[in-house]
């Protein structure tokens, strides 16, 4: 626990101008990102008396040993420069709104030749438009279902797609009605893309004009006798009716606006938001954070709309934005909206009438989800907390393990030795840290020096990065003072920081656990202890769970522990095991198929599955790719002359494929015969004899 006076700056040394500030620990780790105003004042908060601070703000003091912090040129851009450094360091001290689940949304989209309505999660995606999002995928199919009678859009995936444009055979869809079916040609692509248009403006809330239409259509065809066009057009109507009772009016009609209401206490605090579009709730999401310092209503606001339109831009930011509390200040909160959206943004507190009230029904949801959500994790911390505390008491640890660390070795027969490492933090997965190892010192089977090459590659990375990162405690600080930096500049700095490695990724082994557990018995974990124990590292601990009795072995002891079978810290330590045995074997099968479909193309450097493709498909076989000429090669469109002379050479060197054989007749089957492949376009090229293709690797 270090000391806030051992790295406070000095009063002069701070600016007094707008910019953002982070604390990093011991090992370099950015854990708080804050902005402010004046620099100055808002740090000078934090070296005071250690017992007037928050409770939560004094532990990350304490665990912090460095602060640093960039100027730029007003608040506006010191908003968008923490929102690009909590997002891209995620500090376990700031406030970060967590999802109580993965909400779907209605995406069409329109980025294709023929737009296709379908249930997206996830990222957005450039060129899609989306509505939502919906608390069930159930209610999404529902609506869709009810609007493809008027809006016959494309719901099917590429390949029936494909498939269905060269059969000339719609799907059941396109019979039914629910399709325009423009796979076969029934409708053009602009005829298709005007229906995803109208299917977009009914959802975005342009109702009326189409009822009023639909009216007047059926009127006519019952003036006309038409009587079956007319009852076509009567169940459309009421199909749209239907699919918009779904959605109440709740405001005035064309009213934009999200609502966002906050539940909190002294821990935690609880969000939610509806998406009001044409006047009526087309979504709602909720969010759950721990306080991690003594944060204001309005600053949980302030996280909250970073983190709703942090990625958003256009019409995804609505023109109107409701508060419980406003961001203080202000002003560069809404001129931050407003830039994203393009146009003027309100974001403002509700006073009276329709939108009050609704802002109400909001507040009583966030308070349940609070209380629920404290109900769920009562249970959970307590188990946790209690799991942790048997696993440092059966292995006498001085503390709880808060970061565990799991390594397995996977192989089949000996062959695509690979090995999985899986990180669990506070009892929890933390899957951004996992990492896989292929096995290089040596070939064959061997857990026991498969898990000491895994060991001693891991903790040799964290010694040099603990070496690297010791460049910068004589106090110097590149980014202390960036003044006149250009704002892009300084967003970009932190890649080339202590948390990047010299080629721009992150680092991967920069932090160590307090407890190192491997999955098998005696053999691995004196081999795990071997491997720290060359490399200097006394002060981490080392076990190993092994599955046959779910024994517990230590190093230099020939009995193992056991754990109660009803014990929390052996349940904890049964998962963090099965989970690392769960990504090695996926891993060691994706590389195991990844082997089985390589071919002599895939030795290529720099020669990607669409010039594959164009390559076979040009000679028909490798055998008569292999003796082409370069002249010859350069004929295939794609391929330049610098390109076929890599192919040329890559083929050479390659050995003769061995002749395959049918074993039925016994004759040699001749190559010559044109490659086959199975699957898309996009789908890996498989050339070669089963024989040939067994014995390589990617």
């Not at 999660?121 to 279902?145: C, E, L, M, Q």
């Not at 409708?187 to 639909?214: K, P």
């Not at 979504?283 to 209503?297: A, F, I, L, P």
């Not at 070496?467 to 930096?485: C, K, Q, S």
Request: with cysteine.
């Amino acid at each position: 626990m270090a000391d806030p006076s051992s790295y406070r700056p000095k009063p002069g040394q701070i600016p007094d101008s707008p910019g953002v500030y982070r604390f990093r620990d011991e090992h370099r780790r950015v854990i708080y990102v804050g902005k402010a105003k004046s620099l100055r004042q808002r740090l000078a908060n934090y070296f005071q008396d250690l017992s007037g601070l928050h409770p939560r703000t004094r532990t990350m003091v304490t665990t912090a040993a460095s602060v640093e912090w960039t100027v730029v040129s007003t608040e506006v851009e010191a908003l968008q420069l923490e929102y690009s450094w909590i997002k891209e360091y995620d500090p376990r001290f700031n406030v970060k709104y967590r999802d109580d689940k993965s909400y779907p949304y209605l995406a069409v989209t329109m980025n294709e030749e023929f737009p296709r309505v379908q249930v997206m999660r996830g990222h957005k995606k450039k060129g899609v438009r989306y509505f939502g999002p919906y608390a069930h995928a159930w209610a999404i199919r529902d609506t869709v279902d009810l609007l493809l009678r008027v809006f016959p859009v494309r719901t099917c995936s590429a390949g029936v797609f494909k498939n269905a444009a060269r059969t000339g055979r719609p799907c059941l869809l396109g019979y039914i009605g629910k399709c325009s079916a423009p796979c076969v040609g029934r409708v053009s692509a602009d005829e298709h893309g005007e229906l995803a248009d109208e299917f977009c403006d009914f959802m975005t809330g342009r109702t009326g004009t189409y009822l009023r239409r639909l009216e007047k259509q059926m009127v006519e065809a019952a003036e006309d006798m038409e009587y079956e066009r007319a009852a076509r057009l009567r169940d459309d109507i009421e199909a749209l009716k239907k699919a918009m009772e779904k959605n109440a009016v709740v405001l005035a009609d064309a009213t934009d606006a999200d609502l966002i209401a906050v539940a909190e206490d002294e821990l935690e605090a609880a969000v939610q938001i509806f998406h009001v579009r044409g006047g009526r709730v087309r979504g709602q999401r909720g969010w759950v954070t721990d306080k991690v310092e003594d944060v204001t209503t309005g600053a949980l606001v302030e996280h909250a709309l970073q983190q709703l339109y942090g990625e958003e831009r256009g019409d995804s930011v609505p023109k109107e934005v409701l508060v419980p509390a406003l961001p203080e200040p202000v002003e560069p909160v809404q001129e931050w909206l407003t830039e994203r959206r393009g146009s003027n943004v309100s974001l403002r507190i509700p006073q009276r009438g329709d939108k009050k009230a609704l802002m109400e029904t909001v507040e009583r949801n966030a308070q349940q989800a609070l209380v629920l959500h404290k109900t769920r994790r009562a249970s959970d911390l307590t188990t946790r907390s209690r799991a942790l505390e048997e696993i440092a008491e059966a292995l006498d640890l001085d503390s709880a393990p808060l970061r565990i660390e799991c390594y397995d070795i996977s192989h089949l027969q000996g062959d695509d030795v690979v090995a999985s490492m899986v990180v669990f933090e506070d009892g929890l997965q933390r899957k951004s840290e996992y990492r896989r190892f292929q096995i290089k010192g040596f070939e064959g089977q061997d857990d026991v020096r498969s898990m000491h090459e895994v060991i001693t590659r891991r903790f040799r990375r964290y010694l040099a990065e603990k070496e690297r990162t010791g460049e910068w405690t004589d106090g110097e600080n590149p980014l202390a003072d960036t003044t006149g930096t250009a704002l892009t500049d300084v967003i970009e700095a932190p890649l080339s920081s202590s948390l990047k490695d010299d080629d721009g990724r992150p680092k991967r082994f920069a932090y160590p656990p307090q407890l190192v557990v491997v999955d098998g018995g005696q053999p691995q974990v004196a081999a795990a202890k071997r491997a720290l124990d060359e490399l200097g590292i006394d002060d981490i601990a080392v076990c190993g769970l092994a599955k046959r009795l779910e024994e517990v072995w230590v190093p230099d002891d020939d009995d193992p522990v056991v754990l109660p079978r009803s014990s929390e810290g052996l349940y904890l330590l049964q998962r963090v095991r099965d989970e690392a045995h769960r990504f090695a074997l996926t891993y060691q099968r994706t590389k195991r198929a990844k082997r089985f479909r390589a071919g002599p193309l895939d030795e290529v450097p720099g020669l990607g599955e669409t010039r594959k493709q164009a390559l076979i498909k040009h000679f028909g076989s490798v055998k008569r790719l292999r003796a082409a000429t370069i002249d010859q090669i350069c004929e295939v469109p794609g391929i330049g002359r610098k390109t076929a002379e890599t192919i040329a050479a890559t083929l050479a060197r390659a050995a003769s494929p061995a002749p395959a054989v049918n074993t039925a007749t016994g004759e040699i089957i001749d190559d010559e015969e044109p490659v086959t492949t199975v699957g898309s376009p996009g789908d890996p090229v498989t050339t070669g004899a089963p024989e040939e293709r067994r014995g390589q690797e990617t």
